[in-house]
C-alpha cells in the first residue's frame, strides 16, 4: 500500500468529511484508562530485555488484506497462530516489562497506543517497533469516539496518525477505536479516510481492565483463544504483567504461538 503522508492524508479527510458529517455516531465504551500509579521494577531502557537495535527498524505502513472485512476480530483459523493486542496507555515500566516478556518467550505482540502516552512517552514509540512488534493508533485521548462529533472524532485519529508518523515514520499498522471494540460506520469512514483500510477489533476481551487479577485474565484467555484468535488486553495493570507469562505457557500448551496481527493475517 501507498504511504499516506500528513499532508495528503488531511486532504484526503477534508474530502471525505462530508461523507459522514451528517451520520450520527453510536456511543461505545469498553474498559478503563490505565492509571498511571502502578509501578514495576523493570528496567524500561530497550536494552532490559536484551534487544537493542543498532538502527531503527522500518516502521510499516497500513496494509489491505483482500478478503478481511472491514473490521478485523479474528485471522484464519487453519494455522495456530493468535495475537495478543495491547491497549498502549499507563506506567511505562509496565509495558516495558511486558515487552520483555514476551521477548524473552519468542512471541510479539500488537500494541495500539494513545497519542497522549505517546506524548509523555515518545521513545516507546521506537521500543515497541525495535522489539518486533506492531504498532498501531488508539485515538489520541482515549475518548468513546464513537459518541463524538465527526470532525471530532477525526482529529482523535489523525492527531493520533500524526504522533506515530513523526516518531516512526508510520500513521502505525492499524487503527482500533478507543472505549469499543468496535468502530461505528463513521468512525470506521474516518479511519479508512486516514489511511487505515482495516479496523482491528478483537474476539476475546481479558477484561484485566477490571482487575480481576492474575489467575482471573488467565483463565479468560484460556477460555476462549483457539487458532486465529485476537485478543484484547493492556497495558497500565500489574495483573497483566503477571499474567502474561501463564498465558503464554497456556499457548504453548496448545501448540499455540502468539504473533503480531500482520503475521497473523498474513
Not at 493486542?85 to 509495558?95: E, I, N, V, Y
Request: proline content about 9%.
Amino acid at each position: 500500500m501507498v504511504r499516506v503522508t500528513t499532508t495528503n492524508r488531511r486532504a484526503v479527510l477534508r474530502a471525505g468529511a462530508g461523507l459522514v458529517a451528517g451520520g450520527a455516531l453510536a456511543a461505545g465504551c469498553a474498559g478503563t484508562p490505565a492509571e498511571p500509579g502502578a509501578t514495576a521494577s523493570a528496567d524500561p531502557s530497550p536494552r532490559a530485555s536484551g534487544h537493542p537495535a543498532a538502527t531503527p527498524r522500518t516502521a510499516p505502513a497500513p496494509r489491505s488484506y483482500p478478503g478481511q472485512p472491514a473490521q478485523i476480530t479474528h485471522g484464519p483459523r487453519s494455522r495456530p497462530l493468535v495475537a495478543l493486542t495491547f491497549h498502549g496507555q499507563g506506567d511505562p515500566r509496565l509495558a516495558t516489562s511486558l515487552l520483555g516478556a514476551a521477548e524473552r518467550h519468542g512471541s510479539r505482540l500488537t500494541v495500539l497506543a494513545v497519542g497522549t502516552w505517546l506524548d509523555e512517552h515518545p521513545d516507546l514509540a521506537r521500543r515497541i517497533l525495535d522489539g518486533g512488534h506492531d504498532l498501531g493508533n488508539h485515538t489520541q485521548r482515549h475518548v468513546a469516539v464513537n459518541a463524538m462529533s465527526p470532525a471530532a472524532a477525526r482529529r482523535e485519529i489523525t492527531d493520533c496518525a500524526d504522533r506515530l508518523e513523526r516518531l516512526t515514520g508510520s500513521i502505525g499498522t492499524w487503527f482500533r477505536p478507543s472505549r469499543s471494540p468496535t468502530a461505528s460506520p463513521e468512525v470506521a469512514a474516518l479511519a479508512r479516510a486516514a489511511g487505515y483500510p482495516h479496523v482491528l477489533s478483537y474476539e476475546v476481551d481479558s477484561l484485566d481492565h477490571t482487575r480481576p487479577g492474575a489467575d482471573a485474565v488467565t483463565r479468560k484467555v484460556a477460555a476462549e483463544v483457539r487458532p486465529g484468535s485476537v485478543v484484547s488486553l493492556h497495558f497500565g495493570y500489574p495483573g497483566t504483567v503477571t499474567a502474561l507469562p501463564a498465558v503464554l505457557h497456556e499457548l504453548d500448551r496448545r501448540g499455540l504461538r502468539a504473533v503480531t496481527t500482520t503475521e497473523l493475517l498474513s
